[in-house]
């Protein structure tokens, strides 16, 4: 069973609409989650992160988390052709200070 | 400007040869941790360090290998004992307290 579970995508929204990307993980001991941007040939970069149950919110992104679930989301309102990349899960489990990623989900705005 | 530099940002290696990336930090980081980025696959890790002259396999170690002879240095060393090596390289560190990592632009090997 992997760490970390994405759907792959691709997922496709209208400009302005909201992308709704999901991750779900394996471990109940993981206590950190993050979601990481990549474009296309460039390294991940840091949109969110998450430690506690409930939403968190920046900007147009929204991170939600469910531990009873094992589920973690990323919300992006008004979608922009800007924001068309693959998103990253990430999780943290303490132990051994390792990072588990998903394999990720393939977002594309269309103007 | 701090940061991760990792380099050479392209390689080509012939099979049979062993090659050497690069990474330096500038961020006074303690943990740093070298990932694989292959299509479709995710990243996964090669291998981390927590402080200088420690470090742990991650789930992808064999044929390679690594070495923190200083905190800002935490080259990766594909040997010819690496099978598929063509690759994304991706090198990163952890900020203190909170737990986050922040990458370098990354190394593309390509194997002949």
């Known amino acids: 069973q992997k760490e970390v579970e994405q759907n792959s995508g691709p997922l496709s929204v209208p400009e302005g609409a909201i992308a709704s990307l999901n991750c779900t993980y394996s471990?109940?001991?993981?206590?950190?989650f993050f979601w990481y941007r990549q474009y296309s040939g460039k390294s991940p970069e840091l949109i969110m992160f998450?430690?506690?149950?409930g939403d968190k919110e920046d900007g147009r992104f929204t991170a939600q988390l469910n531990k009873a679930s094992q589920y973690v989301s990323l919300l992006i309102r008004d979608s922009q052709p800007s924001d068309s990349a693959t998103y990253l899960c990430?999780?943290?489990?303490?132990?051994?200070?390792?990072?588990?990623f998903g394999t990720g989900t393939s977002l594309t705005v269309i103007p | 400007d701090g940061g991760i530099t990792q380099s050479p940002k392209y390689l080509f290696r012939k099979e049979g040869q062993n090659v050497t990336l690069s990474c330096e930090q500038n961020?006074?980081?303690?943990?740093m941790y070298w990932y694989r980025q292959d299509p479709g696959q995710g990243l996964r890790l090669i291998y981390y360090?927590?402080?200088?002259?420690?470090?742990q396999k991650g789930d992808i170690a064999e044929g390679y290998s690594v070495s923190r002879e200083k905190k800002e240095s935490f080259p990766l060393t594909v040997t010819s004992a690496q099978k598929n090596p063509t690759a994304f390289y991706l090198c990163?560190?952890?900020?203190?307290?909170?737990?986050?990592?922040?990458f370098g632009a990354g190394s593309r090997l390509t194997v002949l």
């Open positions: 990163a560190s952890k900020v203190p307290g909170a737990n986050v990592l922040t």
């Open positions: 471990d109940r001991g993981s206590q950190s």
């Open positions: 998450i430690y506690s149950n």
């Open positions: 990430a999780v943290n489990k303490n132990t051994g200070n390792q990072f588990y």
């Open positions: 961020l006074n980081h303690d943990a």
């Open positions: 360090s927590q402080i200088v002259n420690d470090f």
